[in-house]
T-cell receptor, first 115, second 115 residues
Framework: AQTVTQSQPEMSVQEAETVTLSCTYD???????LFWYKQPPSRQMILVIR??????QNATENRFSVNFQKAAKSFSLKISDSQLGDTAMYFC????????????FGGGTRLMVKP | ETGVTQSPTHLIKTRGQQVTLRCSSQ?????VSWYQQALGQGPQFIFQ???????GRGNFPPRFSGLQFPNYSSELNVNALELDDSALYLC??????????????FGPGTRLTVT
C-alpha cells in the first residue's frame, strides 16, 4: 500500500512571493504518477501538475513547478509569483500506473495568499 | 468547472438511515471513482466503476456500495449510516483505466451530515 504525507497543515505567502509545499510518499512501486491537486474554497478539485516517476526532468506548468526526488520519495510543489486566486487546499496524490487510475491523497496543505 | 455534477449538494441524515448520492460524469467518460473526504483531511478512495463493473475498492465496509449506469452516471449508496460517515463525498470521472487516462475530473461533492 502507498502512503502520502504532507507535513505542513497550513502555510501563508505574500502576493507575488514564492512558496514551496512539501510532500513525501512511501511505495514499493517503481512505476507511478505523482500529482498536485488544488481544491479552492467551495469549488471543485482540479489538477495542477503531474510528474511521471520514470522521468527525471521536473514538471513545470506556468507558475507551478515540482522538485521530484525519487530516491528520497519527495515531491514538493513550488508556486512562483503567488496570486490571490492560489488560495486553496493543496493535495499531493499518488497513482500506481496500470492499476486503474486510483488516487491516494495526502492530508493536504491549506495555503493562504495574503495581499 | 469540470463538467462533473453531483446531487444533492447537502444532505442531513440520521444514524442508521440509508443514503444515495448521485454523480453525472463528464461527457465521454466511462470510469467513475468515489472518494470520502472527512473534514480537514484528504480524500480517501472508496471504489471505482468502469463500464458498469466495480474495478477496485478501498478500505471501506460492504455497507458502501455503488452502481454505474449505461450512460456512465453513478450512485453511491451507504446503508446503516454512522456518525463517522459525515464527510464530503466526491466523485471523479475519467476516460478509462489505461495509464494514459490518468486525469480525474472531480465533481463539487455532496456534503453528508449524519446526526
Amino acid at each position: 500500500a502507498q502512503t502520502v504525507t504532507q507535513s505542513q497543515p497550513e502555510m501563508s505567502v505574500q502576493e507575488a512571493e514564492t512558496v514551496t509545499l512539501s510532500c513525501t510518499y512511501d511505495t514499493s512501486e517503481n512505476n507511478y504518477y505523482l500529482f498536485w491537486y488544488k481544491q479552492p474554497p467551495s469549488r471543485q478539485m482540479i489538477l495542477v501538475i503531474r510528474q511521471e516517476a520514470y522521468k527525471q526532468q521536473n514538471a513545470t506548468e506556468n507558475r507551478f513547478s515540482v522538485n521530484f526526488q525519487k530516491a528520497a520519495k519527495s515531491f514538493s510543489l513550488k508556486i512562483s509569483d503567488s496570486q490571490l486566486g492560489d488560495t486553496a487546499m493543496y493535495f499531493c496524490a499518488f497513482m500506481k500506473r496500470n492499476a486503474g487510475n486510483m488516487l491516494t491523497f495526502g492530508g493536504g496543505t491549506r495555503l493562504m495568499v495574503k495581499p | 468547472e469540470t463538467g462533473v455534477t453531483q446531487s444533492p449538494t447537502h444532505l442531513i441524515k440520521t444514524r442508521g438511515q440509508q443514503v444515495t448520492l448521485r454523480c453525472s460524469s463528464q461527457s465521454g467518460h466511462n470510469t467513475v471513482s468515489w472518494y470520502q473526504q472527512a473534514l480537514g483531511q484528504g480524500p480517501q478512495f472508496i471504489f471505482q466503476y468502469y463500464r458498469e463493473e466495480e474495478n477496485g475498492r478501498g478500505n471501506f465496509p460492504p455497507r458502501f456500495s455503488g452502481l454505474q449506469f449505461p450512460n456512465y452516471s453513478s450512485e453511491l449508496n451507504v446503508n446503516a449510516l454512522e456518525l463517522d460517515d459525515s464527510a464530503l463525498y466526491l466523485c471523479a470521472s475519467g476516460l478509462g483505466v489505461a495509464s494514459s487516462h490518468y486525469e480525474q475530473y472531480f465533481g463539487p461533492g455532496t456534503r453528508l451530515t449524519v446526526t
